[in-house]
């Protein structure tokens, strides 16, 4: 259960501190926007780079996104061509990439570990797991995690405002991020597009889905939790599946992008607690932040009257 939730945590982490999002379409000199998969991690004062496997360039800072458009704007103009050689397909692959006081991380463990290599590295740590009943029939599963970000001393300033900037910048990414998503959970494709105030999606496999579900819609652009009031056959085609949900869809969704997401376990709360900023750590070689992470999780227990005594 704990190894589920860190293995959460550390994608969310990734995500966040490695932001990165492919360029759909050819940007000029000159520009002063470029269109990218998804802009919703990029926010405004961030300085951006451009790269590709040969080139970079660097020194662009967002003034603000048009998310639902993936349409990043920056103060000043872009000094070199950087095009696409297929738009439809994104090749040649240019990506923008975040850049945190010119340094990245080289690493994201699982544990504690006594020996990391390469700095800047991140550590999500495991620290206790508490259960109270919630429910007549469920309990609430309370994980608490520490998140470690480490610089080595020797880059002084610099090296410690990178240490609070991707501490806030993890603590950003948690907060957007209250519902987690922990495996284990199940995937199903539309076979029609979505448009907004929708309230009957239709969907390729039934298997998954059970009446009162939550299930998640998303594509490239934007992610809305739903619940399925009941499923039915599609009157005009007997292959469909129809799901009929509790509430509106809000933005449009297109069929090709977009998967339905099942999931299997629900995490109801979270939040970045606590955040220690340049602590020593381990001797004078290494300053540290630690961010103190809690989740509560519903898990049933019905199941568990029909447990043997005997054998």
């Known amino acids: 259960m704990m190894e589920e939730l860190l293995d959460s945590v550390r994608r969310i982490i990734f995500k966040w501190v490695n932001t990165s999002s492919q360029i759909v379409q050819s940007v000029s000199i000159g520009d002063t926007s470029a269109c990218v998969r998804n802009s919703s991690r990029f926010s405004p004062g961030d300085s951006v780079m451009f790269k590709n496997n ?21 103060t000043t103009p872009v000094l070199n061509n950087w095009t696409l ?54 309990t609430k599963e309370r994980y608490e995690v520490e998140i470690g970000v480490f610089v080595k001393e020797s880059t002084h300033e610099n090296g410690y405002r990178f240490l609070m900037a991707i501490a806030d910048e993890i603590q950003a990414g948690l907060k957007r991020n209250i519902l ?65 949900l509790a509430g509106r869809v809000c933005w449009n969704f297109d069929k ?7 999931p299997k376990r629900f995490i109801f709360n979270s939040w970045p607690s606590d ?30 009257r029909e447990e043997l005594k005997l054998k």
Not at 213 to 220: G, K, N, T
Not at 291 to 296: H, K, L, S, V
Request: glycine share 6%.
């Open 256 to 262: 090709d992008s977009t998967s339905v997401i099942i």
């Open 54 to 74: 040969e080139v970079y360039e660097t020194g662009l800072i967002v003034e603000s996104t048009e998310n639902q458009a993936g349409i990043v704007n920056f």
């Open 85 to 138: 050689s297929n738009p439809s397909t994104g090749a040649t692959d240019i990506f923008l990439i975040k850049t945190i006081y010119e340094q990245f991380v080289q690493g994201i463990y699982i544990g504690d570990p006594d020996v990391i290599s390469m700095f800047p590295a991140i550590t999500v740590n495991g620290v206790s797991r508490h259960s109270e009943w919630l429910t007549l029939e469920s």
């Open 180 to 244: 987690p998503l922990i495996s284990d959970y199940d995937i199903v494709s539309l076979t029609g597009d979505i448009t907004a105030g929708d309230t009957v999606i239709r969907v390729n496999n039934r298997d998954y889905l059970t009446d009162d579900r939550r299930i998640i819609i998303e594509d490239d652009y934007e992610s809305q939790e739903n619940w399925v009031n009941y499923i039915y056959t599609a009157d005009e085609d007997p292959t469909e599946t129809a799901i009929k």
């Open 275 to 304: 955040i220690e900023y340049g602590k020593i750590h381990k001797g004078e070689l290494l300053k540290a932040a630690t961010i103190r992470w809690f989740a509560e999780e519903e898990e049933m227990q019905w199941y568990r």
